[in-house]
């Protein structure tokens, strides 16, 4: 019990530390900076590889979450990157 | 000390490290001059994160392996293959894989575990979030390339829309199974499904226009589902990143929502078509349309233009000639600037991120409120497939729906050309009195033909 406690700390001051990291974000960097965090939200790849193996279904699910996860990490910093690319300023 | 719990502290130190490698990332991705390395510095923290996890998994290592590749090879075609302004739906769809895995986490750790009251807990929010994420965020893809186009109050919206209510209390029961003695699989694959029908009727009601909130919202929502899948998992890593990102999503939802004046609530469940009906229609004046060689004539000698995009410069993909005539007017000793609303278009950022593609300087685009001080400076403003951003409604008709909102004033501009398909109004169903002002002149007509016109005769 006392572990969700903590990590229920860690979850919340997370979330403020966010709110204040990014409270300015200049209009330009809307896009990127929404598919940039939508790549981080691929860290669920973590979670899957953690999945256990026990039985059919379970495989089938973790083969999945990891699937789907890895689509969402790889497509995401590769689009954010290539979105970042286009933004330079002309001498 | 034994070998199992040396590899978890090497882990959790690694998963330490990463966390503040995402910290410094997403802070950094805030600002332009700095954006590029936060991302690669997050691609790092992912990178380390995921490979001191495979260290010691229980999964088969060739599953991990081709779903990895597999997962690797879609999400790079994707990518790269996509047009430029196809952006906003894959975003969604990205958005939604991820909704999906956290989704799938917690359905395998309900058949693993005999879950205890919390964990079923954290279960349920995870499905429900994760669910809800995946199925709204392929509705509004679908919405965004224009494949799904179900109106609000149709016979299926409407349906999905009850599907939606029905999931809060059911999510409520779930949460609370074990102390309700509910444990059957049936109910729990009912839940499955009801959940993702959910999403499909949270989304479905939600106007074009109101994509912007709506794809900030579930970026969100996406972040806080691998937050407590974090949770159930007891792994920090996916709870200090899951949390960045669903405060950096909520952050977008409040700035799109304050851009539209309206409340987060007012947009997912009211919309637009019950707000105050709009009052007297009479007293619109004529409009005045002018040709695509007349209003070359005038910006020839305008010394000052502001160009106003909006989705409409993105639907007819006008945004290289834009910029061809915005050089050309400098060339001439034309001052340009790009005023950009942040809810122009279809997401956060969708007109910088068309005017970048086509190589506009990011340091040429102004903010509303930037702009409107100076207005009256402007010899001419060009309105491209912009309505409700530039609805002068939102300062002068207190009873219009859409008043309150910021808008970029080109009506106090010298003079007003609107590029326009058709005399139809905006997302908001509102009318535009800007069309019918003394100053403004109609250019009708597809927005890259009109601007191509104008660009041929300066090239002439």
Known sequence: MEIYILLGFVLLLSIFLGLELISKVPSTLHTPLMSGANAISGIALVGALMLSAEGQIQNVLAFFAILFASINVFGGYLVTNRMLSMFKKKS | MNMLIDITIFQNLVYIVSSVLFILGIKMLGKESTAVRGNILSSVAML????????????????????????????????LKVKMTAIPEMVALFNGFGGMASFLIAWSQFTDTQPALLQNLLIMITIYIGGITFSGSIVAYGKLSEKINLEKGSLVTNILVTFFYLSIPAL???????????????????????????????VMPIGGGDMPVVISLLNSLSGIAAAFAGLLLLNNVLIVAGSLVGASGLILTIIMAKAMNRTIGNILFVGYASASSSKSEGEQGEVKPITAEDAYLILENASSVLVVP?????????????????????????????????????????????????????????????????????????????????????????????????????HNAKTVFVLKRSMSSGFAGVQNPLFFKENTRMLFGDAKESIGTVVSEFKD
Do not use: C, W
Not at chain 2, 55 to 67: N, Q, R
Not at chain 2, 173 to 198: E, H, K, Q, Y
């Open chain 2, 310 to 410: 909006g989705y409409g410069m993105a639907v007819a993909q006008a945004q290289h000639v834009v910029r061809e005539l915005g050089e050309l007017l400098e060339e001439n000793g034309t001052e340009v600037k790009y005023g950009i609303h942040p809810v122009a278009g279809r997401m956060p950022g969708h007109m910088n991120v068309l005017l970048a593609e086509a190589n506009v300087s990011y340091d040429l685009l102004v903010e509303p409120d930037d702009v409107n001080p100076t207005m009256d400076t402007f010899d001419v403003a060009v309105v491209i497939g912009a309505n409700d951003v530039v609805n002068p409604s939102a300062t002068e008709e207190p009873g219009s729906p859409i008043y309150g909102m910021p808008i970029i004033e080109v």
């Open chain 2, 172 to 202: 409520l029961i779930m949460m609370f199974a074990p102390a309700l003695s509910i444990d059957s699989n049936f109910i729990f694959f009912g839940f499955l499904v009801l959940t993702v029908l959910a999403g499909l009727g949270f």
């Open chain 2, 48 to 79: 380390s994160a995921v490979s001191v996890t495979l260290i010691d998994v229980d999964i088969g290592i060739t599953i991990i392996i081709s779903a990895i590749i597999l997962g690797a090879l879609i999400g790079s075609v994707i990518a």
